[in-house]
Protein backbone atom coordinates (compact mmCIF):
# COMPACT_ATOMS: atom_id res chain seq x y z
CA UNK A 1 0.00 0.00 0.00
CA UNK A 2 3.03 2.04 0.78
CA UNK A 3 3.53 1.87 -3.07
CA UNK A 4 0.08 3.27 -3.50
CA UNK A 5 0.02 6.67 -1.26
CA UNK A 6 2.03 8.38 -3.07
CA UNK A 7 0.22 8.08 -6.50
CA UNK A 8 -3.53 8.61 -4.87
CA UNK A 9 -1.93 12.15 -2.91
CA UNK A 10 -0.43 13.37 -6.07
CA UNK A 11 -3.15 14.87 -7.47
CA UNK A 12 -4.65 16.57 -4.39
CA UNK A 13 -0.75 18.00 -4.16
CA UNK A 14 -1.02 19.11 -8.07
CA UNK A 15 -4.35 21.37 -8.26
CA UNK A 16 -3.35 22.60 -4.84
CA UNK A 17 -0.03 23.81 -6.46
CA UNK A 18 -1.73 24.94 -9.44
CA UNK A 19 -4.34 27.39 -7.43
CA UNK A 20 -1.64 28.34 -5.81
CA UNK A 21 0.22 29.36 -8.59
CA UNK A 22 -1.96 30.78 -10.74
CA UNK A 23 -3.11 33.36 -8.02
CA UNK A 24 0.29 34.36 -7.64
CA UNK A 25 1.16 34.69 -11.84
CA UNK A 26 1.39 37.84 -13.29
CA UNK A 27 0.82 37.32 -16.79
CA UNK A 28 -1.11 36.54 -19.59
CA UNK A 29 -4.55 35.25 -18.91
CA UNK A 30 -3.54 32.05 -21.53
CA UNK A 31 -0.68 31.51 -20.04
CA UNK A 32 -2.79 30.60 -16.79
CA UNK A 33 -5.10 28.35 -18.55
CA UNK A 34 -2.17 26.68 -20.00
CA UNK A 35 -0.84 25.61 -16.84
CA UNK A 36 -3.69 24.56 -15.08
CA UNK A 37 -4.98 22.62 -17.81
CA UNK A 38 -1.63 20.94 -18.08
CA UNK A 39 -1.26 20.11 -14.63
CA UNK A 40 -5.08 18.75 -14.60
CA UNK A 41 -3.80 16.70 -17.47
CA UNK A 42 -0.89 15.57 -15.18
CA UNK A 43 -2.72 14.87 -12.66
CA UNK A 44 -5.66 13.24 -14.67
CA UNK A 45 -2.23 10.47 -15.26
CA UNK A 46 -1.62 10.05 -11.75
CA UNK A 47 -4.77 8.89 -10.93
CA UNK A 48 -5.01 6.61 -13.83
CA UNK A 49 -1.84 4.81 -12.69
CA UNK A 50 -3.42 4.93 -8.81
CA UNK A 51 -6.33 3.45 -10.18
CA UNK A 52 -4.32 0.37 -11.70
CA UNK A 53 -2.49 -0.12 -8.86
CA UNK A 54 -5.72 -0.21 -6.64
CA UNK A 55 -7.28 -2.53 -8.95
CA UNK A 56 -5.13 -5.04 -9.37
CA UNK A 57 -3.76 -4.94 -5.62
CA UNK A 58 -5.19 -8.18 -3.72
CA UNK A 59 -8.15 -7.12 -1.75
CA UNK A 60 -6.05 -7.98 1.34
CA UNK A 61 -3.89 -5.22 0.89
CA UNK A 62 -6.73 -2.19 0.23
CA UNK A 63 -6.60 -1.41 3.76
CA UNK A 64 -6.66 2.12 4.62
CA UNK A 65 -3.37 3.92 6.06
CA UNK A 66 -4.94 4.98 8.93
CA UNK A 67 -1.55 7.31 10.27
CA UNK A 68 -2.84 9.96 7.86
CA UNK A 69 -6.82 9.78 7.83
CA UNK A 70 -7.24 8.74 4.29
CA UNK A 71 -8.48 4.90 2.67
CA UNK A 72 -8.45 3.97 -0.91
CA UNK A 73 -10.38 1.32 -2.87
CA UNK A 74 -11.39 0.46 -6.16
CA UNK A 75 -14.72 2.06 -6.63
CA UNK A 76 -12.84 5.34 -5.03
CA UNK A 77 -10.50 4.75 -7.45
CA UNK A 78 -12.74 4.88 -10.67
CA UNK A 79 -15.02 7.43 -9.32
CA UNK A 80 -11.41 9.28 -8.61
CA UNK A 81 -10.67 9.01 -12.34
CA UNK A 82 -14.15 9.97 -13.29
CA UNK A 83 -13.76 13.50 -11.51
CA UNK A 84 -10.43 14.39 -12.74
CA UNK A 85 -10.78 13.42 -16.21
CA UNK A 86 -13.98 15.68 -15.82
CA UNK A 87 -11.77 18.37 -14.22
CA UNK A 88 -10.03 18.19 -17.72
CA UNK A 89 -12.75 18.92 -19.90
CA UNK A 90 -14.18 21.52 -18.27
CA UNK A 91 -11.09 23.08 -18.15
CA UNK A 92 -10.15 23.05 -21.48
CA UNK A 93 -14.46 24.10 -22.13
CA UNK A 94 -14.10 26.78 -19.63
CA UNK A 95 -10.70 28.06 -21.32
CA UNK A 96 -12.56 28.89 -24.13
CA UNK A 97 -15.96 29.44 -22.79
CA UNK A 98 -14.63 32.33 -20.82
CA UNK A 99 -12.74 34.39 -23.45
CA UNK A 100 -12.64 37.78 -22.54
CA UNK A 101 -14.01 37.63 -19.09
CA UNK A 102 -13.13 39.44 -16.26
CA UNK A 103 -12.34 37.45 -12.76
CA UNK A 104 -10.78 34.35 -15.15
CA UNK A 105 -8.32 34.13 -12.81
CA UNK A 106 -10.49 33.35 -9.70
CA UNK A 107 -12.12 31.03 -11.67
CA UNK A 108 -9.33 29.11 -12.61
CA UNK A 109 -7.91 29.08 -8.83
CA UNK A 110 -11.24 27.69 -7.70
CA UNK A 111 -11.59 25.26 -10.65
CA UNK A 112 -8.12 23.83 -9.19
CA UNK A 113 -9.43 24.10 -5.34
CA UNK A 114 -12.60 22.49 -6.27
CA UNK A 115 -10.87 19.23 -7.90
CA UNK A 116 -8.42 18.86 -5.22
CA UNK A 117 -10.77 18.85 -2.32
CA UNK A 118 -12.99 16.41 -4.16
CA UNK A 119 -10.04 13.81 -4.31
CA UNK A 120 -9.08 14.39 -0.80
CA UNK A 121 -13.25 13.78 -0.01
CA UNK A 122 -12.71 10.34 -2.05
CA UNK A 123 -10.27 9.37 0.26
CA UNK A 124 -10.89 10.57 3.27
CA UNK A 125 -10.91 8.04 6.23
CA UNK A 126 -11.65 10.39 9.01
CA UNK A 127 -14.67 12.59 10.08
CA UNK A 128 -12.19 15.35 10.28
CA UNK A 129 -10.95 14.97 6.89
CA UNK A 130 -14.52 14.30 5.54
CA UNK A 131 -15.56 17.35 7.03
CA UNK A 132 -12.84 19.73 6.10
CA UNK A 133 -12.89 18.07 2.09
CA UNK A 134 -16.87 18.55 1.94
CA UNK A 135 -16.73 22.24 2.87
CA UNK A 136 -14.04 23.20 1.06
CA UNK A 137 -15.93 21.70 -2.45
CA UNK A 138 -18.64 24.47 -1.24
CA UNK A 139 -16.80 27.21 0.02
CA UNK A 140 -14.82 27.09 -3.69
CA UNK A 141 -17.53 26.26 -5.27
CA UNK A 142 -19.49 29.15 -4.41
CA UNK A 143 -16.29 31.46 -5.83
CA UNK A 144 -17.49 29.88 -9.18
CA UNK A 145 -21.29 30.14 -8.97
CA UNK A 146 -21.12 33.90 -8.45
CA UNK A 147 -18.67 34.30 -11.03
CA UNK A 148 -21.31 36.73 -12.66
CA UNK A 149 -21.53 39.15 -9.65
CA UNK A 150 -24.22 41.34 -10.99
CA UNK A 151 -27.00 38.47 -11.14
CA UNK A 152 -29.14 38.50 -8.38
CA UNK A 153 -30.60 34.79 -8.99
CA UNK A 154 -26.71 33.49 -8.69
CA UNK A 155 -26.39 35.25 -5.73
CA UNK A 156 -29.15 33.80 -4.05
CA UNK A 157 -28.89 30.42 -5.00
CA UNK A 158 -24.87 30.98 -4.08
CA UNK A 159 -26.41 31.84 -0.81
CA UNK A 160 -29.19 29.32 -0.14
CA UNK A 161 -26.53 26.68 -1.00
CA UNK A 162 -23.74 28.10 1.61
CA UNK A 163 -26.98 27.81 4.29
CA UNK A 164 -27.88 24.47 3.39
CA UNK A 165 -23.60 23.34 3.18
CA UNK A 166 -23.63 25.02 6.56
CA UNK A 167 -26.52 23.01 8.27
CA UNK A 168 -24.83 19.86 7.08
CA UNK A 169 -21.32 20.31 8.35
CA UNK A 170 -22.72 20.72 11.38
CA UNK A 171 -25.00 17.76 11.05
CA UNK A 172 -21.66 16.08 10.18
CA UNK A 173 -19.96 16.98 13.17
CA UNK A 174 -22.42 15.98 15.10
CA UNK A 175 -22.71 12.74 13.46
CA UNK A 176 -18.85 12.56 13.92
CA UNK A 177 -18.95 13.28 17.70
CA UNK A 178 -21.57 10.29 17.76
CA UNK A 179 -19.42 8.29 16.48
CA UNK A 180 -16.47 9.13 18.80
CA UNK A 181 -18.11 8.09 21.72
CA UNK A 182 -19.62 4.87 20.15
CA UNK A 183 -16.02 3.36 19.14
CA UNK A 184 -13.37 6.04 20.49
CA UNK A 185 -11.94 7.10 17.30
CA UNK A 186 -12.38 9.19 14.30
CA UNK A 187 -11.87 6.61 12.04
CA UNK A 188 -14.44 6.48 9.84
CA UNK A 189 -13.08 2.61 9.05
CA UNK A 190 -12.92 1.58 12.76
CA UNK A 191 -16.86 2.62 12.99
CA UNK A 192 -18.06 0.39 10.10
CA UNK A 193 -15.67 -2.09 11.30
CA UNK A 194 -17.18 -1.97 14.58
CA UNK A 195 -20.71 -2.02 13.25
CA UNK A 196 -20.22 -4.96 11.23
CA UNK A 197 -19.21 -7.03 13.69
CA UNK A 198 -20.94 -5.81 16.75
CA UNK A 199 -24.31 -4.58 15.20
CA UNK A 200 -25.82 -1.16 15.57
CA UNK A 201 -26.23 0.65 18.88
CA UNK A 202 -28.68 3.57 19.76
CA UNK A 203 -25.28 6.08 18.89
CA UNK A 204 -24.70 4.66 15.75
CA UNK A 205 -28.64 4.57 14.89
CA UNK A 206 -28.35 8.70 15.48
CA UNK A 207 -25.24 8.85 13.38
CA UNK A 208 -26.85 7.43 10.43
CA UNK A 209 -29.18 9.53 10.72
CA UNK A 210 -27.77 12.95 10.99
CA UNK A 211 -25.75 11.39 7.74
CA UNK A 212 -29.15 11.18 5.61
CA UNK A 213 -29.79 14.74 6.96
CA UNK A 214 -26.49 16.06 5.74
CA UNK A 215 -26.65 14.02 2.40
CA UNK A 216 -30.77 15.34 1.61
CA UNK A 217 -28.82 19.15 2.45
CA UNK A 218 -26.16 18.67 0.20
CA UNK A 219 -27.44 16.53 -2.50
CA UNK A 220 -30.35 19.25 -3.14
CA UNK A 221 -33.26 17.06 -2.68
CA UNK A 222 -36.83 17.82 -2.02
CA UNK A 223 -37.26 20.57 0.01
CA UNK A 224 -33.94 22.47 -0.23
CA UNK A 225 -33.52 21.73 -4.37
CA UNK A 226 -34.12 25.07 -4.72
CA UNK A 227 -30.20 26.12 -5.34
CA UNK A 228 -29.36 23.59 -7.89
CA UNK A 229 -32.17 25.13 -10.49
CA UNK A 230 -30.97 28.83 -9.92
CA UNK A 231 -27.66 28.25 -10.55
CA UNK A 232 -28.10 27.94 -14.01
CA UNK A 233 -27.27 31.46 -13.84
CA UNK A 234 -23.70 30.58 -13.57
CA UNK A 235 -21.59 29.70 -16.14
CA UNK A 236 -22.22 26.34 -18.43
CA UNK A 237 -19.27 24.99 -17.46
CA UNK A 238 -19.98 25.39 -14.12
CA UNK A 239 -23.37 23.64 -14.25
CA UNK A 240 -21.61 20.97 -15.82
CA UNK A 241 -19.34 20.24 -13.02
CA UNK A 242 -21.92 20.97 -10.61
CA UNK A 243 -24.65 18.26 -12.12
CA UNK A 244 -21.67 16.02 -13.07
CA UNK A 245 -19.64 15.56 -10.20
CA UNK A 246 -20.35 17.68 -6.80
CA UNK A 247 -23.90 16.44 -6.65
CA UNK A 248 -22.67 13.08 -6.89
CA UNK A 249 -20.15 12.89 -4.00
CA UNK A 250 -23.04 11.62 -1.29
CA UNK A 251 -24.15 8.79 -3.98
CA UNK A 252 -20.35 7.67 -2.90
CA UNK A 253 -20.62 8.54 0.64
CA UNK A 254 -24.11 6.16 1.17
CA UNK A 255 -22.01 3.51 -0.55
CA UNK A 256 -19.05 3.99 1.58
CA UNK A 257 -21.30 4.02 4.66
CA UNK A 258 -22.87 1.11 3.78
CA UNK A 259 -22.36 -1.13 6.66
CA UNK A 260 -23.54 1.34 8.97
CA UNK A 261 -26.90 1.80 6.99
CA UNK A 262 -27.44 -2.08 7.14
CA UNK A 263 -27.77 -1.84 10.39
CA UNK A 264 -30.32 1.21 10.92
CA UNK A 265 -33.52 0.23 9.43
CA UNK A 266 -35.25 3.83 10.37
CA UNK A 267 -31.92 5.69 8.26
CA UNK A 268 -33.40 3.25 5.58
CA UNK A 269 -36.73 3.73 6.00
CA UNK A 270 -36.23 7.66 5.78
CA UNK A 271 -33.33 7.72 2.58
CA UNK A 272 -36.06 5.70 0.66
CA UNK A 273 -39.19 7.82 1.34
CA UNK A 274 -37.33 11.31 0.39
CA UNK A 275 -35.68 9.99 -2.37
CA UNK A 276 -38.73 8.32 -3.71
CA UNK A 277 -40.60 11.87 -2.90
CA UNK A 278 -37.67 13.54 -4.64
CA UNK A 279 -37.54 11.31 -7.79
CA UNK A 280 -41.16 11.26 -8.80
CA UNK A 281 -41.62 14.93 -8.02
CA UNK A 282 -38.81 16.35 -9.68
CA UNK A 283 -39.40 14.08 -12.72
CA UNK A 284 -42.97 15.29 -13.32
CA UNK A 285 -42.31 18.91 -12.66
CA UNK A 286 -39.03 18.39 -15.97
CA UNK A 287 -41.99 17.77 -18.19
CA UNK A 288 -43.66 20.86 -17.43
CA UNK A 289 -40.49 23.24 -18.43
CA UNK A 290 -39.59 24.54 -21.62
CA UNK A 291 -36.02 25.83 -20.34
CA UNK A 292 -33.55 22.82 -21.97
CA UNK A 293 -30.99 23.97 -18.79
CA UNK A 294 -33.96 24.11 -16.46
CA UNK A 295 -35.38 20.73 -17.35
CA UNK A 296 -31.39 19.22 -16.92
CA UNK A 297 -31.51 20.61 -13.62
CA UNK A 298 -34.66 19.02 -12.91
CA UNK A 299 -33.34 16.10 -14.37
CA UNK A 300 -30.46 15.74 -12.19
CA UNK A 301 -32.97 16.35 -9.00
CA UNK A 302 -35.08 13.11 -10.02
CA UNK A 303 -31.56 11.41 -10.70
CA UNK A 304 -30.10 11.86 -7.53
CA UNK A 305 -33.06 10.95 -6.03
CA UNK A 306 -33.61 7.96 -8.00
CA UNK A 307 -30.03 7.02 -6.71
CA UNK A 308 -30.63 7.42 -2.77
CA UNK A 309 -33.02 5.32 -3.52
CA UNK A 310 -31.03 2.52 -4.74
CA UNK A 311 -28.82 2.92 -1.73
CA UNK A 312 -31.92 2.19 0.61
CA UNK A 313 -32.87 -0.33 -1.41
CA UNK A 314 -29.17 -1.96 -0.64
CA UNK A 315 -28.45 -2.12 -4.33
CA UNK A 316 -24.62 -0.47 -4.20
CA UNK A 317 -23.54 -1.53 -7.40
CA UNK A 318 -26.41 -0.16 -8.97
CA UNK A 319 -26.23 3.15 -7.23
CA UNK A 320 -22.12 3.21 -7.95
CA UNK A 321 -23.56 2.68 -12.01
CA UNK A 322 -26.31 5.28 -11.60
CA UNK A 323 -23.65 7.38 -10.41
CA UNK A 324 -20.77 6.89 -13.21
CA UNK A 325 -23.35 6.97 -16.08
CA UNK A 326 -25.53 10.19 -14.57
CA UNK A 327 -21.90 12.18 -14.46
CA UNK A 328 -21.21 11.36 -17.87
CA UNK A 329 -24.21 12.05 -19.57
CA UNK A 330 -24.77 15.17 -18.05
CA UNK A 331 -21.27 16.46 -18.56
CA UNK A 332 -21.92 16.01 -21.91
CA UNK A 333 -25.34 17.29 -22.21
CA UNK A 334 -24.23 20.59 -20.12
CA UNK A 335 -21.28 21.24 -22.08
CA UNK A 336 -23.61 20.43 -25.83
CA UNK A 337 -26.56 22.25 -24.51
CA UNK A 338 -26.37 24.63 -27.68
CA UNK A 339 -26.43 21.68 -29.70
CA UNK A 340 -29.47 20.44 -27.48
CA UNK A 341 -31.56 23.94 -27.98
CA UNK A 342 -30.94 23.88 -31.37
CA UNK A 343 -32.19 20.01 -32.19
CA UNK A 344 -35.17 21.34 -29.54
CA UNK A 345 -36.07 24.34 -31.91
CA UNK A 346 -36.34 21.88 -34.99
CA UNK A 347 -38.48 19.15 -33.06
CA UNK A 348 -40.53 21.94 -32.15
CA UNK A 349 -41.38 23.11 -35.85
CA UNK A 350 -42.22 19.75 -37.05
CA UNK A 351 -44.61 19.78 -34.44
CA UNK A 352 -45.58 17.77 -30.64
CA UNK A 353 -44.82 14.09 -31.13
CA UNK A 354 -47.71 11.79 -30.11
CA UNK A 355 -47.28 8.38 -29.23
CA UNK A 356 -50.12 5.31 -29.94
CA UNK A 357 -52.24 4.75 -26.78
CA UNK A 358 -51.36 0.45 -26.84
CA UNK A 359 -47.48 1.14 -27.03
CA UNK A 360 -48.16 2.91 -22.99
CA UNK A 361 -49.85 -0.49 -22.33
CA UNK A 362 -47.42 -2.76 -24.17
CA UNK A 363 -43.80 -0.82 -23.35
CA UNK A 364 -43.65 -1.87 -20.09
CA UNK A 365 -44.03 -5.85 -21.03
CA UNK A 366 -42.13 -5.18 -23.64
CA UNK A 367 -39.44 -3.81 -21.70
CA UNK A 368 -39.85 -6.48 -19.11
CA UNK A 369 -39.65 -8.91 -21.85
CA UNK A 370 -36.06 -7.57 -22.79
CA UNK A 371 -34.65 -7.37 -18.95
CA UNK A 372 -35.53 -11.25 -18.20
CA UNK A 373 -34.13 -12.27 -21.53
CA UNK A 374 -30.99 -10.04 -21.42
CA UNK A 375 -30.13 -11.75 -17.63
CA UNK A 376 -30.93 -15.14 -18.76
CA UNK A 377 -27.87 -14.94 -20.59
CA UNK A 378 -26.09 -15.38 -17.37
CA UNK A 379 -26.55 -18.16 -14.81
CA UNK A 380 -26.79 -15.69 -11.71
CA UNK A 381 -29.36 -13.20 -11.77
CA UNK A 382 -27.43 -10.06 -10.26
CA UNK A 383 -30.29 -7.85 -8.78
CA UNK A 384 -33.80 -9.23 -7.43
CA UNK A 385 -37.03 -9.58 -9.45
CA UNK A 386 -38.96 -6.87 -8.41
CA UNK A 387 -36.07 -4.14 -9.36
CA UNK A 388 -36.21 -5.98 -12.79
CA UNK A 389 -39.88 -4.29 -12.54
CA UNK A 390 -38.75 -0.98 -11.57
CA UNK A 391 -35.95 -1.55 -14.16
CA UNK A 392 -38.80 -2.17 -16.86
CA UNK A 393 -41.20 0.56 -16.08
CA UNK A 394 -38.08 2.94 -15.91
CA UNK A 395 -36.80 2.27 -19.41
CA UNK A 396 -40.48 1.51 -21.11
CA UNK A 397 -40.98 5.32 -22.75
CA UNK A 398 -37.83 4.34 -24.76
CA UNK A 399 -40.05 1.45 -26.34
CA UNK A 400 -43.01 4.20 -27.29
CA UNK A 401 -43.94 4.29 -31.27
CA UNK A 402 -45.40 7.37 -32.92
CA UNK A 403 -49.03 6.59 -34.45
CA UNK A 404 -48.39 10.00 -36.40
CA UNK A 405 -50.33 9.35 -40.23
CA UNK A 406 -47.75 10.77 -41.92
CA UNK A 407 -45.15 7.88 -40.48
CA UNK A 408 -44.28 5.08 -42.38
CA UNK A 409 -44.99 1.70 -41.10
CA UNK A 410 -41.22 0.84 -41.49
CA UNK A 411 -40.24 4.00 -39.77
CA UNK A 412 -42.44 2.50 -36.61
CA UNK A 413 -40.44 -0.63 -36.72
CA UNK A 414 -37.06 1.11 -36.56
CA UNK A 415 -37.97 3.29 -33.86
CA UNK A 416 -39.28 0.15 -31.98
CA UNK A 417 -36.04 -1.65 -32.91
CA UNK A 418 -33.77 1.23 -31.54
CA UNK A 419 -35.52 0.97 -28.97
CA UNK A 420 -35.88 -2.50 -27.68
CA UNK A 421 -31.76 -2.74 -29.05
CA UNK A 422 -30.71 0.11 -26.24
CA UNK A 423 -32.83 -1.57 -23.77
CA UNK A 424 -30.94 -4.63 -24.35
CA UNK A 425 -27.58 -2.48 -24.01
CA UNK A 426 -28.74 -0.66 -21.27
CA UNK A 427 -29.67 -4.29 -19.06
CA UNK A 428 -26.27 -5.83 -20.41
CA UNK A 429 -24.35 -2.92 -19.09
CA UNK A 430 -25.72 -3.13 -15.90
CA UNK A 431 -25.16 -6.98 -15.58
CA UNK A 432 -21.36 -6.52 -16.98
CA UNK A 433 -21.14 -3.80 -14.22
CA UNK A 434 -22.22 -5.72 -11.40
CA UNK A 435 -19.10 -8.43 -12.15
CA UNK A 436 -16.42 -5.64 -12.09
CA UNK A 437 -14.25 -5.96 -8.68
CA UNK A 438 -15.39 -2.82 -6.72
CA UNK A 439 -15.66 -4.01 -3.73
CA UNK A 440 -19.04 -2.84 -3.56
CA UNK A 441 -21.67 -5.78 -1.53
CA UNK A 442 -25.21 -5.26 -2.27
CA UNK A 443 -27.95 -5.77 0.34
CA UNK A 444 -31.28 -6.09 -1.32
CA UNK A 445 -33.98 -4.91 1.13
CA UNK A 446 -37.49 -6.87 -0.30
CA UNK A 447 -39.17 -5.24 2.62
CA UNK A 448 -39.45 -1.77 0.62
CA UNK A 449 -40.55 -3.77 -2.71
CA UNK A 450 -43.98 -2.96 -2.83
CA UNK A 451 -43.30 0.49 -2.45
CA UNK A 452 -40.84 0.94 -4.97
CA UNK A 453 -42.84 -0.45 -7.42
CA UNK A 454 -46.28 1.66 -6.86
CA UNK A 455 -44.07 4.54 -6.79
CA UNK A 456 -42.68 3.78 -10.56
CA UNK A 457 -45.68 2.57 -11.79
CA UNK A 458 -47.41 5.94 -10.46
CA UNK A 459 -44.70 7.82 -12.07
CA UNK A 460 -45.72 5.84 -15.31
CA UNK A 461 -48.95 6.43 -15.15
CA UNK A 462 -48.27 10.30 -14.82
CA UNK A 463 -46.29 10.49 -17.63
CA UNK A 464 -48.97 8.58 -19.73
CA UNK A 465 -51.89 10.95 -19.14
CA UNK A 466 -49.63 13.73 -19.76
CA UNK A 467 -49.36 12.58 -22.97
CA UNK A 468 -52.63 11.44 -23.37
CA UNK A 469 -54.93 14.03 -21.79
CA UNK A 470 -52.71 16.88 -21.14
CA UNK A 471 -55.76 19.81 -20.91
CA UNK A 472 -57.26 17.31 -18.07
CA UNK A 473 -54.28 18.48 -15.90
CA UNK A 474 -53.87 22.45 -16.40
CA UNK A 475 -54.55 22.39 -12.73
CA UNK A 476 -51.74 19.89 -11.54
CA UNK A 477 -49.85 21.32 -14.04
CA UNK A 478 -49.80 25.06 -12.60
CA UNK A 479 -49.09 23.74 -9.06
CA UNK A 480 -46.29 21.26 -10.62
CA UNK A 481 -44.86 23.74 -12.74
CA UNK A 482 -44.22 25.52 -9.73
CA UNK A 483 -42.77 22.93 -7.68
CA UNK A 484 -45.12 22.80 -4.97
CA UNK A 485 -43.94 26.10 -3.73
CA UNK A 486 -41.60 24.11 -1.70
CA UNK A 487 -38.74 26.24 -3.07
CA UNK A 488 -40.48 29.33 -2.27
CA UNK A 489 -41.30 27.93 1.18
CA UNK A 490 -37.34 27.47 1.74
CA UNK A 491 -36.11 30.81 0.65
CA UNK A 492 -38.46 33.01 3.20
CA UNK A 493 -37.18 30.60 5.63
CA UNK A 494 -33.51 30.80 4.23
CA UNK A 495 -34.15 35.16 3.99
CA UNK A 496 -35.91 35.44 7.46
CA UNK A 497 -32.71 33.14 9.24
CA UNK A 498 -30.04 35.31 7.49
CA UNK A 499 -30.97 38.45 5.28
CA UNK A 500 -28.80 39.18 2.81
CA UNK A 501 -28.99 42.56 0.36
CA UNK A 502 -26.81 42.64 -3.18
CA UNK A 503 -27.22 46.15 -3.05
CA UNK A 504 -29.03 48.62 -5.94
CA UNK A 505 -26.70 47.77 -8.56
CA UNK A 506 -28.56 44.33 -8.95
CA UNK A 507 -31.38 43.93 -11.60
CA UNK A 508 -34.09 43.01 -8.53
CA UNK A 509 -33.71 46.93 -7.98
CA UNK A 510 -33.88 47.86 -11.45
Request: charged share 10%.
Amino acid sequence: MDAVSPFVCAPIAIMLLTAITVNNMRGEMAQRWKLCNEAAGLALLFTLFSGLLVMTQPSASLESFTEIGLSVSPLQAVIAVLVQGLGVVVGRFSCRYLEGEQRQARYIVALSMVLACVQLLLIADHWLTLILAWSGVGVFLKNMLCFYEERPFALLASHKKTVADLMADGLLLLAALFAWVSVGSGSISALLADVSVHGSTQLTNVCAVLLVAAVVLRTALLPVHGWLIQVMEAPTPVSALLHAGVVNLSGYLLIRFSPLFAHSAFANSLLLGIGLVTCVFAALVMFTRISIKVRLAWSTVAQMGFMIVECALGLYTFAALHLIGHSIYKAYAFLSAAEIVSDTRVAQIAGRQTFSVLSFCLAPLLALAIVFGSQALFSVPPWPIWWSLVLALAWAPVLWWSHASDQSLSLRWQGLLSGSVLTAILTLVSVGFHHLPLGTVDQPRGEYAFVVVLAMGALYLFSVLIQVVPQRLHILHRWIYAGLYLDAFYTRCVLRFWPVSWGRSTHAYR
